[in-house]
């Protein structure tokens, strides 16, 4: 159904662009594998991001019901 | 018709929902610069409410000039 | 309709590029909240930027002619 | 049939305008560093037509290889 | 149901290919700073096949987690 | 029909992505016309991509097979 393909769109986006992100902070300088030190970094990674995102979407919100009351949007 | 309903305000939902991604994305790799911890600090999170407020305040003075 | 469509679609485009570059070049480091000065780098910039799209715009329709001409494309 | 190629010159139309929001991005980026004026300076203009040039160049080149 | 299974797969394959674009080019990005030759040097194809391994740990990572 | 329209999507792909890479690498410093070192830097640079894309490709397809038959994913 299309919900459940707008569903999906959403979750690939956030899967995307969380790999892309903690990709670049948990390995600057790539080593030949994957220790626990990395996983340990992907995993905090991703929890930061998750709370930034829960934290930006709160305000976005916020602004906007704001600004539409304001009239300016 | 209730189901163009139904559909446009999901449609519009997910609009809304792919708009904080964007956010979410350029305002992190502004903001985070190091993994050393699952939480935000508070600077971090100063910087990411800042971030997103002046990014919305250019995108509504250019919608209305 | 499909045309009004197409149009919003473009108008959208140059509204979030807009937006982008404008936020990087006016708000280097962001400030708690938007003064006089931040608003008038906005329009500045809002303004710098139609202009280089109108130059190259025209200079990739003449540039797309001159090469269809030579066969180049 | 006037109505398919109606719709088809408006595509390809929309076509062209995108790219030219891509380049223009791509290249204001490259070549307009700060704001302290509303107007393109003589270098900037000769950076974004540079710009243009090259990057249209190196497409051509890609095409034809 | 044939043509449904066909467009399919097509689909997918395609999927494959755009994710493949995405890694060469950010991986690309990373391993590749000059051009002095048309052959890759042994860095860097050791930094491209690094990349991909490292980004695709993260990838599956994010997905288990 | 459908075929020939990924099949246009992903070479649209590859040559944008190309383009925008090797214009990268061979004009740091754009000058007034493109010579023939220009010319050649392009062809390597591309040469380089198209390898680059093969290694790549290579290894993504092996990767998921194996991540296939380990359940990882």
């Given at each position: 159904?299309?919900?459940?393909?707008?569903?999906?769109?959403?979750?690939?986006?956030?899967?995307?662009?969380?790999?892309?992100?903690?990709?670049?902070?948990?390995?600057?300088?790539?080593?030949?594998?994957?220790?626990?030190?990395?996983?340990?970094?992907?995993?905090?990674?991703?929890?930061?991001?998750?709370?930034?995102?829960?934290?930006?979407?709160?305000?976005?919100?916020?602004?906007?019901?704001?600004?539409?009351?304001?009239?300016?949007? | 018709q209730e189901v163009a309903r139904f559909?446009e305000a999901?449609?519009?939902?997910?609009?809304?929902?792919?708009?904080?991604?964007?956010?979410?994305?350029?305002?992190?790799?502004?903001?985070?610069?190091?993994?050393?911890?699952?939480?935000?600090?508070?600077?971090?999170?100063?910087?990411?409410?800042?971030?997103?407020?002046?990014?919305?305040?250019?995108?509504?003075?250019?919608?209305?000039?």
């Amino acid at each position: 159904t299309i919900v459940r393909e707008i569903a999906t769109a959403n979750v690939n986006e956030l899967v995307n662009r969380l790999t892309e992100n903690c990709f670049e902070l948990c390995f600057t300088n790539p080593s030949s594998s994957m220790g626990s030190k990395d996983k340990k970094c992907i995993e905090q990674c991703m929890q930061k991001y998750m709370k930034s995102w829960n934290i930006l979407s709160q305000s976005y919100v916020k602004r906007i019901q704001e600004a539409k009351a304001a009239g300016d949007i | 018709q209730e189901v163009a309903r139904f559909l446009e305000a999901e449609t519009s939902k997910s609009k809304v929902q792919m708009s904080i991604h964007q956010y979410t994305d350029m305002c992190f790799k502004k903001c985070v610069k190091k993994i050393d911890s699952s939480d935000l600090n508070s600077g971090e999170q100063q910087c990411l409410q800042t971030c997103l407020d002046r990014f919305l305040d250019t995108n509504i003075s250019i919608v209305k000039l």
